[in-house]
């Protein structure tokens, strides 16, 4: 290969690993060093914005527990209350694993702007399903009850699309046919709700 031809090769690879650089940014707005730069004007400032920013840093990295922190300490310094923070909030303790939290978060929402209704009751619906194997229990219509307790949260906030997807786990009329529909069941562990029996429609 000749050398005007090496120096060509050798800019596109410069050039390609400059592209490769500068997307790597783009998706990763928020590298050690913004964050490091942002702890420092919170630690000067503290100012509830800056907080925010350093959560969504931290949840962009899947730090989600560092994440939570953030925003705790954002709304403990936030003199107003805003249904956004603590609906984020709520989805962040979900990210933790801390449902009751989560659940609990979500309907103060409520109390503050009832226009969260559809998704308070979907994040609650989504909590209750992913739930499932941590509240499966040796009787079948007691683990699938999770997905009926799920339905009757999708129903509230008027998800279709997700009470369709709750509905096909529900058990089966011909598993269970010794206990009618209607009947009254107990949710298993956290959820601790009683709803009434429902099958799935079968096909």
């Not at 229990?137 to 999770?146: E, Q």
Request: net charge neutral; proline share 2%; with cysteine.
């Amino acid at each position: 290969m000749k050398l005007h031809q090496l120096i060509f090769v050798k800019f596109l690879i410069v050039g390609l690993l400059l592209t490769i650089e500068l997307q790597a940014k783009v998706l990763n707005p928020c590298d050690s060093i913004k964050l490091s730069i942002l702890i420092q004007e919170f630690d000067i400032n503290n100012s509830p914005n800056l907080a925010k920013q350093i959560s969504k840093c931290y949840e962009e990295s899947k730090k989600y527990e560092n994440a939570l922190n953030w925003h705790r300490k954002a709304i403990e310094i936030t003199s107003e209350k805003l249904a956004t923070d603590y609906f984020e909030l709520a989805k962040l303790y979900f990210l933790t694993d801390r449902k009751v939290e989560a659940r609990e978060c979500a309907l103060n929402v409520l109390s503050i702007d009832s226009s969260y209704h559809s998704k308070v009751y979907t994040l609650i619906g989504d909590l209750y399903v992913a739930s499932y194997k941590e509240c499966k229990d040796d009787d079948l219509i007691k683990s699938r009850a999770v997905y009926i307790a799920a339905y009757e949260m999708y129903k509230k906030a008027n998800n279709k699309e997700r009470m369709e997807l709750a509905e096909n786990q529900f058990p089966s009329g011909r598993d269970v046919f010794h206990i009618p529909k209607g009947e009254l069941v107990q949710v298993a562990c956290w959820i601790g709700e009683e709803v009434e029996l429902k099958f799935r429609r079968e096909k």
